[in-house]
Structures are given as C-alpha cells and as structure tokens.
C-alpha cells in the first residue's frame, strides 16, 4: 500500500527534509544579515548626506567690495601709530563712509540704516585688522572685500524666500516675485534694490570663507569662525595626552606584570572596567567638584578640561594597555630571564615595545572619544562664550563640541550652516585619529 500524498515516511526523507529546514533556515538569517548592515548603511549614508548638504553652504561666503579711504585724522590724529591707539579707531564710519559712496542717493535716515544692514557689524574688524597688519594702509584708499550680513547672504544662497531669483535680478529683471507678504520678508524692497544694483556692479561675490576657519566666536554667524575652538580642543587634548598616557600605562604595567593576584587587585579591575561604562556627565560633577570647587582652578579652562577627561579616558587606556600586555608571548619574558635579565628590565627592554603598538592604538581611540565629549566639559563652564582665541591651557577657551552645541541652539539660519560645518570638522578629525590609529596597529602588529 503507498504512503498518502504529503507524508515522509522513510528515515531519508525525514533527514532531506531536516536538511531542508535548516538550509532555509541559514538562508533566512544572512539575508536578516544583509538587510541589517543596508539598513545601517542607508542610515549612514542620510546622515552624512544630510550633514553635508547642510554644511556646504557655510564654507562660502558673499562679500562685498568697498574702497576705503583710511583718514589720517580719524585712524592716527596723534601720528604715534600705537598699535593700541589704531585698535581703538572708529573703522565702523570708513566702512560707513564708503558704502554710502556707492549710493549717494541714500541721504535719509531711513534709506541709510537700510543700507548699513547690507554689511555685516563686524566689517569694521575686518578693516581694523588690515590696519594693524600694515600701519603703512594710513593715508592710503584701499580695496577690501567685508562681509555680507548673514540674512542677505542666506538670501543669496537661496535658503530663505527662495522666490526671489537674484541670478535674474542680475540680468536687469526690476519685479521682484515675493514669496512673503511685506510684513514677513526678511530684506525690504529698498534692500533688495541696493543688493541688485551691487550684484549688476559686479561688487558682490560669492568666495571661500575664510573666516570660518580663522575667526573665533561671534554673534554674527557671517564671521563666526570654529578657529578658538580648534586651538582650545587642541589644549586640551594636549593635557588629556599628557597625562592619560603615563598613568594609564604605568597603571597596566603594575596590574598585569608586578601587582599580586589577590582580593584588592580584583576590586581595582572590577572597578576599572566599571569606570569605562559610567556616563561622562558623572566625571564632569566630579571635576566641577573636585578641581574647581576644591582646589579652585580656573573656570572654562583647558587645562580643568583635560584633567576631567583624563579621568574619563583612564580606564579606557588601561584596559586596551592591559590587552596589549597579555598578546605578548609569555617566551619573550622567559627568554629574558633566562639571559640574567631582572624583572624591570624584563618588562620595559622586551615587554613594553612590543606591547607599544597596541597601547598607543588604545590611547589614540581614548584620545578620539575625548574630542567628541560635551557633557563633562559643559559641568566645568567651558560653555561660555569665548571670543578671543586661547594662548595657553589656562586662558578661557570652548572645544568643538560645546561649539556645535551652542551654534545648535542660535536661531539663525546662517547657524545651521555652520554647525553642519562644524560638525564635518569634529568628523574629519575623529576619521583621522581613527586611520592613524589602524595604520599604527598594521604598521607595527607582530604575528606569533
């Protein structure tokens, strides 16, 4: 009699079956794999495409052209050109002076603030500064590009009321298609006539924005620059570096080589690998308590920053130290003992080079965690607004993440742009700590 339709009877077919389910099953699980890692690799890619689409815009910049005359009378009445004297000057009535010449139908009140609104506040500085670089300008009419005020730059990017088509307004089209009522546009019909009658001149274009990368903080996004926050994220990874580094590998040296295997020594690693997962915040509480409360050290300082993420990225550098300790083949050691060598010698003639590599690779993946932290950093003060460029690990200073987070926070459009900016920088420099952090462990990785 046959077996009905359907059923398996025979121990072959119970196993072709079996076999079956399970190949289906592999099959079913890599392509869980593979939709996985494209799901994450599509959420990679939105976030860099909209970081950089964001960002773009930030590193050009619309200037306007101006030819200044410096006036003896109002820049250097005295004559002495004082470098301080020079830094007090009224430059704001030089770029006044001359953007009026432009438009010497612009004799109201109103007309003449409408027209000031074009050029960024701090174009002033821009003049100051050309001056302090070359007191020989006095006396002189020169020509500087200042920057556009970052509203009609952004208008000019088409980034707001994108209606207005400026490209056609340069071809001499007087009708201005609004997109907004007269009460909701962001630049008057006045203001929009001086800029097109600067752009048919030819007095407005758009360039590499150097400022950005030159220029500290500034109220006005045009000629806020990531430069003090650079110099102060440099400072204090340099005190990080400085002392995370010997601590923490003179801490594994003792632990893995030289500290005996009892009680305490177990509490200490549990406590280590603890310290690696508590949160960053709770190392800032601990150096605002600590170093600025106790010991009152400055506020808003890189050298505080430093040490409070030295205690942050301690355990981290210990740990990957440690691994890199015990990936040392136990015959090296036995073979320097053997030749007469002590314990010390042991360790830092034979031991610790070998183990380098690694040690540094865990330092440098410390060091990139570091540069990316906020929250410690922002319990120490270092979330105030800081001008001037730092000169040394003691002056007030931010880092680049507390300087994304407070252009996160501006209302302005044109700061948008810039933390977009700000942030391929911050990315730029972890990718590179990271590739150096590889090409360290290929260039000097030992296979046993």
Known sequence: MKPESGTINTPTQKMRATLRRRYAAERRFRAYGIIAILLALAMLVTLFVTIVGNGLGAFVQH?????????PQDIDPENETDLEAL?????QSLVNDALYSLFPDATTRRDRKDLRALISPDAKFVVRDMVLDDPSLIGQRVSIRVPLASEFDQVLKGNVDPAVDFRAMREGITEIPWSLPAGERLISDAQAGYLQQLMRQGEIEGSFNRWFFTNGDSRNPETAGIWGAAVGSFFTLLVTLALSFPIGVAAAIYLEEFAPKNRLTDIIEVNINNLAAVPSIVFGLLGLAVFLQFFGLPRSAPLVGGMVLTLMTLPTIIIASRAALKSVPPSIREAALGVG????????HH???LAMPGM???????MAQALGETAPLLMIGMVAFVVDVPGSPIDPATVLPVQIYLWADSPERAFTERTSAAIMCLLGFLILMNAVAVLLRKRFERRW
């Open 63 to 71: 200037t306007v052209r101006l030819d200044i005359s410096i006036y």
């Open 87 to 91: 830094a007090r000057a009224n430059y």
């Open 341 to 348: 060598a002590s314990k010390l010698q042991c360790i830092f």
């Open 351 to 353: 031991v610790l080079p």
């Open 360 to 366: 540094l690779t865990g330092t440098i993946i410390g």
